[in-house]
Protein backbone atom coordinates (compact mmCIF):
# COMPACT_ATOMS: atom_id res chain seq x y z
CA UNK A 1 0.00 0.00 0.00
CA UNK A 2 1.54 3.39 -0.85
CA UNK A 3 1.95 5.50 2.18
CA UNK A 4 0.64 9.16 2.35
CA UNK A 5 4.18 9.97 3.53
CA UNK A 6 5.52 8.93 -0.02
CA UNK A 7 3.48 11.90 -1.15
CA UNK A 8 5.19 15.21 -1.86
CA UNK A 9 4.42 17.65 1.09
CA UNK A 10 4.13 20.48 -1.46
CA UNK A 11 1.12 18.61 -3.56
CA UNK A 12 -0.26 17.36 -0.60
CA UNK A 13 -0.83 20.70 0.54
CA UNK A 14 -1.91 22.01 -2.92
CA UNK A 15 -5.82 22.72 -2.76
CA UNK A 16 -7.48 21.13 -5.36
CA UNK A 17 -9.82 22.95 -8.21
CA UNK A 18 -12.92 24.31 -6.63
CA UNK A 19 -14.02 24.33 -10.39
CA UNK A 20 -13.68 20.64 -10.14
CA UNK A 21 -16.44 20.20 -7.38
CA UNK A 22 -19.31 21.96 -8.99
CA UNK A 23 -18.84 20.46 -12.02
CA UNK A 24 -18.57 16.87 -9.87
CA UNK A 25 -21.97 18.02 -8.09
CA UNK A 26 -23.71 18.60 -11.59
CA UNK A 27 -22.45 15.96 -13.62
CA UNK A 28 -25.12 13.43 -12.24
CA UNK A 29 -28.02 15.63 -12.00
CA UNK A 30 -30.43 15.63 -14.33
CA UNK A 31 -31.88 18.72 -16.29
CA UNK A 32 -29.47 20.78 -14.94
CA UNK A 33 -28.15 24.23 -17.27
CA UNK A 34 -25.07 24.66 -17.04
CA UNK A 35 -23.10 28.14 -16.65
CA UNK A 36 -20.44 27.12 -15.54
CA UNK A 37 -18.24 25.42 -18.25
CA UNK A 38 -14.98 27.69 -19.71
CA UNK A 39 -14.85 26.74 -23.16
CA UNK A 40 -16.92 27.53 -26.09
CA UNK A 41 -20.35 26.12 -27.29
CA UNK A 42 -19.24 25.71 -30.61
CA UNK A 43 -17.49 22.45 -32.27
CA UNK A 44 -14.34 23.31 -33.67
CA UNK A 45 -15.00 24.24 -37.52
CA UNK A 46 -15.08 21.59 -40.08
CA UNK A 47 -12.38 22.52 -42.35
CA UNK A 48 -9.75 22.84 -39.35
CA UNK A 49 -11.39 18.81 -38.17
CA UNK A 50 -10.59 18.32 -41.98
CA UNK A 51 -7.31 19.04 -41.85
CA UNK A 52 -6.28 17.05 -38.64
CA UNK A 53 -7.85 14.23 -40.14
CA UNK A 54 -5.83 14.54 -43.68
CA UNK A 55 -2.76 14.06 -41.12
CA UNK A 56 -4.14 11.19 -40.27
CA UNK A 57 -4.54 9.78 -43.33
CA UNK A 58 -0.97 11.16 -45.00
CA UNK A 59 0.48 9.40 -41.96
CA UNK A 60 2.28 12.46 -40.22
CA UNK A 61 2.27 10.74 -36.92
CA UNK A 62 5.69 11.39 -36.06
CA UNK A 63 7.13 14.00 -33.36
CA UNK A 64 7.28 17.38 -34.42
CA UNK A 65 10.54 19.40 -33.96
CA UNK A 66 10.06 20.16 -29.80
CA UNK A 67 9.32 24.05 -30.64
CA UNK A 68 6.54 22.94 -33.23
CA UNK A 69 6.22 22.18 -36.57
CA UNK A 70 8.64 25.60 -38.28
CA UNK A 71 5.37 25.73 -40.82
CA UNK A 72 2.92 26.78 -37.98
CA UNK A 73 5.27 28.91 -35.92
CA UNK A 74 5.93 31.25 -38.91
CA UNK A 75 1.95 31.16 -39.09
CA UNK A 76 1.95 31.85 -35.56
CA UNK A 77 4.02 34.99 -36.03
CA UNK A 78 2.24 35.68 -38.68
CA UNK A 79 -0.88 36.00 -37.34
CA UNK A 80 0.43 37.54 -33.75
CA UNK A 81 1.90 40.36 -36.40
CA UNK A 82 -0.99 41.03 -38.05
CA UNK A 83 -4.20 41.32 -35.43
CA UNK A 84 -1.73 42.54 -32.64
CA UNK A 85 1.27 44.31 -33.62
CA UNK A 86 3.75 42.19 -32.28
CA UNK A 87 6.83 40.48 -34.19
CA UNK A 88 8.37 37.09 -32.64
CA UNK A 89 10.99 35.35 -35.01
CA UNK A 90 9.13 31.91 -35.59
CA UNK A 91 12.44 30.26 -34.93
CA UNK A 92 13.92 30.98 -31.91
CA UNK A 93 11.43 33.54 -30.12
CA UNK A 94 7.72 30.60 -29.86
CA UNK A 95 7.31 27.07 -28.40
CA UNK A 96 4.03 25.38 -29.49
CA UNK A 97 2.72 23.75 -26.41
CA UNK A 98 -0.12 21.67 -24.82
CA UNK A 99 -2.66 23.94 -24.30
CA UNK A 100 -2.03 27.66 -22.72
CA UNK A 101 -1.67 26.14 -19.46
CA UNK A 102 1.40 23.91 -20.00
CA UNK A 103 2.84 27.18 -21.54
CA UNK A 104 2.16 29.17 -18.41
CA UNK A 105 3.97 26.35 -16.23
CA UNK A 106 7.28 26.16 -18.05
CA UNK A 107 7.27 30.01 -18.36
CA UNK A 108 7.34 30.63 -14.45
CA UNK A 109 9.90 26.82 -14.14
CA UNK A 110 11.81 29.33 -16.18
CA UNK A 111 12.03 32.55 -14.69
CA UNK A 112 11.82 31.53 -10.93
CA UNK A 113 14.65 30.91 -8.52
CA UNK A 114 13.54 29.17 -5.29
CA UNK A 115 11.18 31.70 -3.06
CA UNK A 116 10.65 34.31 -5.67
CA UNK A 117 7.85 36.30 -5.72
CA UNK A 118 5.25 36.15 -8.39
CA UNK A 119 2.31 38.67 -7.98
CA UNK A 120 -1.14 37.48 -8.90
CA UNK A 121 -3.90 39.80 -10.00
CA UNK A 122 -7.20 38.03 -8.44
CA UNK A 123 -9.65 37.28 -9.20
CA UNK A 124 -8.13 35.01 -11.74
CA UNK A 125 -7.80 31.58 -13.31
CA UNK A 126 -7.30 29.14 -10.50
CA UNK A 127 -4.09 27.20 -11.74
CA UNK A 128 -2.09 30.86 -11.59
CA UNK A 129 -1.35 30.77 -7.50
CA UNK A 130 -0.69 26.72 -7.98
CA UNK A 131 1.64 26.86 -10.63
CA UNK A 132 3.86 29.15 -8.93
CA UNK A 133 4.27 27.16 -6.17
CA UNK A 134 5.23 24.31 -7.83
CA UNK A 135 7.99 25.96 -10.17
CA UNK A 136 9.13 26.95 -6.41
CA UNK A 137 8.04 30.66 -6.19
CA UNK A 138 6.07 32.39 -3.80
CA UNK A 139 2.36 33.85 -5.11
CA UNK A 140 1.15 37.01 -3.54
CA UNK A 141 -2.03 38.11 -4.25
CA UNK A 142 -3.29 41.57 -5.36
CA UNK A 143 -7.01 41.77 -4.51
CA UNK A 144 -9.01 43.79 -6.98
CA UNK A 145 -12.30 45.54 -6.62
CA UNK A 146 -15.60 45.57 -8.17
CA UNK A 147 -15.96 49.26 -8.01
CA UNK A 148 -13.00 48.85 -10.67
CA UNK A 149 -14.92 46.39 -12.48
CA UNK A 150 -11.65 44.10 -11.12
CA UNK A 151 -9.54 46.12 -13.06
CA UNK A 152 -5.61 46.39 -11.90
CA UNK A 153 -3.96 49.78 -11.39
CA UNK A 154 -0.53 51.21 -11.69
CA UNK A 155 -0.73 52.09 -7.52
CA UNK A 156 -2.30 48.93 -6.92
CA UNK A 157 0.51 47.22 -8.13
CA UNK A 158 3.72 49.65 -7.63
CA UNK A 159 2.33 48.86 -3.44
CA UNK A 160 2.25 45.16 -3.96
CA UNK A 161 6.06 45.06 -4.93
CA UNK A 162 8.84 43.62 -2.77
CA UNK A 163 12.92 43.78 -2.89
CA UNK A 164 11.66 39.90 -3.86
CA UNK A 165 9.07 40.28 -6.71
CA UNK A 166 10.22 38.92 -9.90
CA UNK A 167 7.25 38.61 -12.26
CA UNK A 168 3.32 39.57 -12.31
CA UNK A 169 0.46 37.43 -13.95
CA UNK A 170 -2.03 39.40 -15.86
CA UNK A 171 -4.54 37.84 -17.98
CA UNK A 172 -6.74 40.64 -19.86
CA UNK A 173 -9.47 40.29 -21.09
CA UNK A 174 -9.64 38.09 -17.89
CA UNK A 175 -11.11 34.65 -16.30
CA UNK A 176 -13.55 35.27 -14.59
CA UNK A 177 -14.63 38.62 -14.40
CA UNK A 178 -14.45 39.24 -18.33
CA UNK A 179 -12.49 42.87 -18.02
CA UNK A 180 -10.52 44.02 -20.14
CA UNK A 181 -7.47 46.30 -20.11
CA UNK A 182 -7.69 49.28 -22.16
CA UNK A 183 -4.38 50.38 -23.50
CA UNK A 184 -3.89 53.48 -22.11
CA UNK A 185 -4.58 51.65 -18.57
CA UNK A 186 -1.88 49.42 -19.84
CA UNK A 187 0.55 51.65 -20.42
CA UNK A 188 0.57 53.02 -16.94
CA UNK A 189 1.10 49.57 -15.79
CA UNK A 190 4.17 49.30 -18.28
CA UNK A 191 5.22 51.96 -16.49
CA UNK A 192 5.57 50.13 -13.10
CA UNK A 193 6.96 47.17 -14.69
CA UNK A 194 9.64 48.45 -16.19
CA UNK A 195 10.84 51.09 -13.32
CA UNK A 196 11.18 47.57 -10.90
CA UNK A 197 12.19 45.60 -13.32
CA UNK A 198 10.11 43.46 -13.45
CA UNK A 199 9.20 40.31 -15.79
CA UNK A 200 5.04 39.96 -17.52
CA UNK A 201 3.89 37.24 -17.46
CA UNK A 202 0.30 37.79 -20.24
CA UNK A 203 -2.42 35.31 -20.80
CA UNK A 204 -3.67 36.64 -23.79
CA UNK A 205 -5.89 33.58 -24.55
CA UNK A 206 -9.14 35.18 -24.89
CA UNK A 207 -7.78 38.05 -27.04
CA UNK A 208 -10.03 37.18 -29.89
CA UNK A 209 -12.92 37.62 -27.92
CA UNK A 210 -12.95 41.41 -27.16
CA UNK A 211 -16.29 43.21 -28.13
CA UNK A 212 -16.25 46.77 -27.35
CA UNK A 213 -12.75 47.94 -28.55
CA UNK A 214 -9.22 46.74 -30.07
CA UNK A 215 -7.44 44.53 -28.21
CA UNK A 216 -4.25 45.41 -27.12
CA UNK A 217 -1.63 43.47 -26.04
CA UNK A 218 0.74 43.96 -23.09
CA UNK A 219 4.00 43.35 -25.22
CA UNK A 220 3.03 45.82 -27.83
CA UNK A 221 3.85 48.30 -25.17
CA UNK A 222 6.94 50.32 -26.05
CA UNK A 223 9.60 48.53 -23.95
CA UNK A 224 7.75 45.62 -22.43
CA UNK A 225 8.44 43.26 -25.79
CA UNK A 226 11.83 42.34 -24.02
CA UNK A 227 10.05 41.45 -20.60
CA UNK A 228 6.89 40.25 -21.75
CA UNK A 229 6.17 36.33 -21.81
CA UNK A 230 2.97 36.31 -23.96
CA UNK A 231 0.89 33.51 -23.21
CA UNK A 232 -1.96 32.57 -26.25
CA UNK A 233 -3.38 29.73 -27.66
CA UNK A 234 -6.34 27.91 -30.14
CA UNK A 235 -9.35 26.74 -27.00
CA UNK A 236 -11.06 29.66 -27.07
CA UNK A 237 -11.17 32.26 -29.78
CA UNK A 238 -11.05 28.96 -32.21
CA UNK A 239 -13.17 26.44 -30.19
CA UNK A 240 -10.43 24.13 -29.92
CA UNK A 241 -10.44 23.40 -26.04
CA UNK A 242 -9.91 19.81 -26.53
CA UNK A 243 -7.20 19.58 -28.97
CA UNK A 244 -5.33 21.14 -26.02
CA UNK A 245 -2.93 23.35 -27.94
CA UNK A 246 -1.63 26.82 -27.17
CA UNK A 247 1.85 29.04 -27.83
CA UNK A 248 4.01 31.07 -26.01
CA UNK A 249 6.00 33.92 -27.83
CA UNK A 250 8.79 35.48 -25.47
CA UNK A 251 12.78 36.50 -25.50
CA UNK A 252 14.95 34.32 -27.22
CA UNK A 253 16.72 33.90 -23.69
CA UNK A 254 13.63 33.10 -22.18
CA UNK A 255 12.35 30.37 -24.72
CA UNK A 256 15.52 28.81 -24.67
CA UNK A 257 15.01 28.14 -21.13
CA UNK A 258 11.39 27.01 -21.45
CA UNK A 259 12.18 24.60 -24.63
CA UNK A 260 14.94 22.37 -21.89
CA UNK A 261 11.81 22.45 -19.73
CA UNK A 262 9.64 21.76 -22.86
CA UNK A 263 11.67 19.01 -24.29
CA UNK A 264 11.93 17.19 -20.83
CA UNK A 265 8.71 16.87 -19.72
CA UNK A 266 6.47 17.05 -23.40
CA UNK A 267 8.52 16.65 -26.34
CA UNK A 268 6.20 17.68 -28.66
CA UNK A 269 2.92 18.85 -28.93
CA UNK A 270 0.67 16.66 -30.58
CA UNK A 271 1.10 16.92 -34.57
CA UNK A 272 -2.00 16.10 -35.45
CA UNK A 273 -3.35 19.11 -33.60
CA UNK A 274 -0.74 20.77 -34.56
CA UNK A 275 -1.68 21.12 -38.59
CA UNK A 276 -5.49 21.52 -37.26
CA UNK A 277 -4.25 24.95 -35.67
CA UNK A 278 -2.37 25.62 -39.27
CA UNK A 279 -5.57 25.52 -41.01
CA UNK A 280 -7.32 27.38 -38.29
CA UNK A 281 -4.57 30.23 -38.91
CA UNK A 282 -5.14 29.96 -42.41
CA UNK A 283 -8.69 29.97 -43.06
CA UNK A 284 -10.69 30.30 -39.64
CA UNK A 285 -11.09 34.06 -39.30
CA UNK A 286 -14.20 34.08 -40.53
CA UNK A 287 -15.67 31.59 -38.09
CA UNK A 288 -13.97 33.17 -34.92
CA UNK A 289 -15.65 36.76 -35.69
CA UNK A 290 -19.11 34.93 -36.07
CA UNK A 291 -18.15 33.32 -32.86
CA UNK A 292 -17.71 36.79 -31.16
CA UNK A 293 -21.12 38.14 -32.89
CA UNK A 294 -22.93 35.60 -30.90
CA UNK A 295 -20.74 35.88 -27.98
CA UNK A 296 -21.43 39.42 -27.95
CA UNK A 297 -25.18 39.46 -28.27
CA UNK A 298 -25.30 36.77 -25.34
CA UNK A 299 -22.95 39.28 -23.20
CA UNK A 300 -25.71 41.66 -23.59
CA UNK A 301 -28.43 39.73 -22.75
CA UNK A 302 -26.95 37.70 -19.40
CA UNK A 303 -25.16 41.37 -18.21
CA UNK A 304 -28.84 43.15 -18.68
CA UNK A 305 -31.00 40.31 -17.00
CA UNK A 306 -28.65 39.75 -14.04
CA UNK A 307 -29.13 43.93 -13.53
CA UNK A 308 -32.48 43.53 -14.25
CA UNK A 309 -33.03 41.21 -11.21
CA UNK A 310 -30.94 43.09 -8.77
CA UNK A 311 -27.99 41.40 -8.85
CA UNK A 312 -25.48 44.49 -10.34
CA UNK A 313 -22.72 42.99 -12.58
CA UNK A 314 -20.24 45.23 -15.14
CA UNK A 315 -20.40 45.07 -18.51
CA UNK A 316 -17.61 42.71 -19.18
CA UNK A 317 -15.42 43.72 -22.04
CA UNK A 318 -14.04 40.04 -23.35
CA UNK A 319 -14.08 36.57 -22.78
CA UNK A 320 -17.50 34.62 -22.21
CA UNK A 321 -17.85 35.47 -18.27
CA UNK A 322 -20.15 37.54 -16.64
CA UNK A 323 -19.28 38.09 -12.74
CA UNK A 324 -23.00 39.34 -11.43
CA UNK A 325 -22.68 40.57 -7.03
CA UNK A 326 -24.84 37.87 -5.18
CA UNK A 327 -24.21 40.07 -2.23
CA UNK A 328 -27.73 41.59 -1.97
CA UNK A 329 -28.83 37.67 -1.10
CA UNK A 330 -27.05 37.73 1.74
CA UNK A 331 -25.25 33.93 1.05
CA UNK A 332 -21.85 33.89 0.14
CA UNK A 333 -20.74 32.29 -3.01
CA UNK A 334 -20.49 29.07 -1.89
CA UNK A 335 -23.92 28.72 -0.14
CA UNK A 336 -25.70 30.11 -3.31
CA UNK A 337 -24.09 28.77 -5.82
CA UNK A 338 -25.15 25.16 -3.78
CA UNK A 339 -28.56 26.08 -3.08
CA UNK A 340 -29.04 27.61 -7.05
CA UNK A 341 -27.74 24.28 -8.10
CA UNK A 342 -29.74 22.08 -5.77
CA UNK A 343 -33.20 23.82 -5.72
CA UNK A 344 -33.06 25.34 -9.68
CA UNK A 345 -30.58 22.80 -11.23
CA UNK A 346 -28.74 25.93 -12.64
CA UNK A 347 -24.61 25.60 -12.28
CA UNK A 348 -22.50 28.66 -11.81
CA UNK A 349 -19.06 28.77 -10.31
CA UNK A 350 -18.84 30.55 -6.48
CA UNK A 351 -16.64 33.57 -7.03
CA UNK A 352 -14.19 33.15 -3.74
CA UNK A 353 -12.55 30.04 -5.74
CA UNK A 354 -11.19 32.55 -7.84
CA UNK A 355 -9.27 34.47 -4.88
CA UNK A 356 -10.42 36.19 -2.14
CA UNK A 357 -11.80 39.03 -3.81
CA UNK A 358 -14.23 36.99 -5.94
CA UNK A 359 -16.77 36.74 -2.82
CA UNK A 360 -19.87 38.01 -2.62
CA UNK A 361 -19.66 37.09 -7.19
CA UNK A 362 -20.46 34.31 -8.80
CA UNK A 363 -18.96 33.69 -12.23
CA UNK A 364 -21.45 32.99 -15.16
CA UNK A 365 -20.73 31.51 -18.90
CA UNK A 366 -22.53 32.64 -21.58
CA UNK A 367 -20.67 30.71 -23.90
CA UNK A 368 -23.96 28.35 -24.19
CA UNK A 369 -27.06 28.78 -26.57
CA UNK A 370 -29.16 31.85 -26.20
CA UNK A 371 -32.08 29.02 -25.30
CA UNK A 372 -29.77 27.72 -22.55
CA UNK A 373 -29.21 31.13 -20.79
CA UNK A 374 -32.59 32.03 -21.02
CA UNK A 375 -33.98 29.02 -19.22
CA UNK A 376 -31.10 29.42 -16.53
CA UNK A 377 -32.35 32.95 -16.34
CA UNK A 378 -35.86 32.58 -15.94
CA UNK A 379 -34.89 30.14 -12.90
CA UNK A 380 -32.13 32.20 -11.73
CA UNK A 381 -34.80 35.10 -11.53
CA UNK A 382 -37.29 32.65 -9.20
CA UNK A 383 -33.96 31.88 -7.38
CA UNK A 384 -33.55 35.42 -6.24
CA UNK A 385 -36.92 36.44 -5.62
CA UNK A 386 -36.76 34.09 -3.39
CA UNK A 387 -34.08 35.22 -1.39
CA UNK A 388 -34.02 38.47 -1.76
Given at each position: MIQTSFVSKTIADLKPSGI?????????????VSLGVGEPDFVTSWNVREAAILSLEEGRTSYTANAGLLELRQEIASYMRKRFAVSYQPESQIIVTVGGSQAIDIALRAILNPGEEVLVVEPCFVAYSPLVTLAGGVAKTIQTVRENEFKLTATELEEAITPNT?????CSPNNPTGTQLRKEELIEIAKIVKKHNLVVISDEIYAELAYDEDFTSVAAIDGMMDRTILINGFSKGFAMTGWRLGFVCAPKEITEAMLKIHQYTMMCASTMAQYAALEALRSGMNDVEEMRKSYRQRRNYIVKSFNEMGLDCHNPGGAFYAFPSIE?????????????????????IPG??????GEGHIRCSYASSLEQLQEAIKRMSRFVEKYK
Open positions: RRFFDLAVNMEGVKAIIMRTGMSSQEFAEKLLFEEKVAVNVFGES
